[in-house]
């Protein structure tokens, strides 16, 4: 495995999960500046034991990026590697890009998934690798071992990954806080894809509205996305109100 | 099962897909006043045939419940049951007790299913019952019918049905409706959450957009739940561009 240990940088409620699932495969160390229980086959260290580790994955919020970034970039050894893990990809692999030193490895993913939809298995799910600087052979190491955990592995640009994260994962989130605003609730007579709009709020909003709030903030075409959802929004409203004013 | 055949008033594609089920479990016969192929074990017959039958299940779109009970009140036998299976039943259920003679037994229906949700099976999703003119006896029967058919029965006032319907069946078709005026697609990094939603686009929008209409126009809790919606709408947006507006 890509010649030895990975060190997770925050224990949040993705970084934890993350953390687990991948110490199933290698050997992981984690830091967190709150004190957090370790999970299953992962160990605790400091974040100067973390930062010697020659694979670093951060598992921080898109808004604690440059923050981050900028307090580990004079302290990491030579040929690391480093991955984010954020929901958008444009701005945090720019501002790895040109936050760390020039020996680093870098590379972008987004993990499609998480301690909701992963609960039972992680098995198909997208991983969308965002190479920044990393040779082939590197790369091809990386995308072989995210296979390896059956993830449904996906190399694509900054950009193009978040033109498409808007209208899937964006909008998904989206009308999940929406519905989870009006507080639907459980019911006998409830069809099967009210259950499955349910599910949708129920999975959404365990995240918190911060991780929602910067996934729409830090997205460019969030707007594009969210402009769209209102016109269609107006548009069957409109039309339902035409039919109603027939005779 | 209460006494004989039972009588499917159109096929259309609810129409098509009740009578087929029914016919597993009773002679079914089925008029409609286009020409239509049988579902299968279902023989088609005339208009005054299928007025002959002791049980009659009306498959129509509500908006034209009035003209079709209009057009079978003084053709009815003695002694008729009388079904509707409209999405709204304090609606269709007036209309057939003001209408339909003194000697009719009526029993709003509404199943909550069908030609997508039930394609592999209506094994536990909702039969909504809602007695309005039908002794404890037939009644029974009845609700042992439906239960035969492994739908999970739930006997309610039309007024409350409405209610549910509205925040759950809806909502839902309400939001299936906007997203697929977005035009969403298929993506190969759709997360679950995104899958479920194309699922739910999928399954309203096969349904005829009039049936739509129909079912948000004669819900007298619609404009409730779509004042709800829009407020929840503009309620994650505002609190979305506040934090837009930090630092």
Redesign the interface.
């Known amino acids: 495995m890509s010649g030895g240990e990975i060190g997770i940088y925050g224990l949040g409620r993705f970084g934890s999960f993350w953390a687990e699932r991948l110490a199933r495969r290698a050997t992981v160390k984690a830091f967190s500046r709150r004190s957090r229980a370790a999970p299953a086959g992962v160990e605790l260290v400091s974040e100067e034991r973390l930062l010697e580790c020659p694979v670093l994955i951060l598992c921080v919020a898109i808004s604690a990026m440059e923050q981050v970034v900028g307090r580990i970039r004079d302290r990491l050894p030579a040929g690391v590697t480093v991955m984010d893990t954020c929901s958008v990809k444009g701005y945090p692999t720019r501002l790895m890009d040109r936050t760390l030193p020039a020996g680093a490895r870098i590379l972008g993913t987004?993990p499609?998934?998480g301690p909701d939809?992963g609960r039972e298995t992680i098995a198909g799910?997208?991983m969308?690798l965002c190479p920044v600087r990393i040779e082939p052979a590197p790369l091809a190491r990386w995308e072989r071992f995210f296979a390896e955990l059956e993830l449904?592995v996906?190399v694509?640009e900054p950009d193009a990954?978040d033109r498409?994260?808007a209208?899937?994962?964006g909008?998904?989130?989206?009308?999940?806080?929406?519905?989870a605003?009006?507080r639907?609730?459980e019911?006998?007579?409830?069809?099967?894809?009210?259950q499955?709009?349910l599910?949708?709020v129920e999975?959404?909003c365990n995240d918190p509205?911060q991780l929602f709030?910067d996934l729409?903030?830090f997205n460019p075409h969030t707007m594009e996305m969210?402009a769209?959802?209102?016109?269609?929004?107006r548009?069957?409203?409109a039309?339902?109100d035409d039919?109603?004013d027939d005779p």
């Open positions: 987004h499609m998934f939809s799910l997208p969308v449904n996906v694509m990954h498409e994260a209208f899937t994962q909008v998904t989130h989206y009308v999940g806080r929406v519905l605003e009006m639907l609730r019911s006998t007579i409830g069809p099967l894809g009210f499955r709009l599910s949708i999975q959404t509205w709030a729409q903030r969210r769209g959802l209102e016109a269609a929004f548009g069957v409203s039309r339902l039919v109603r």
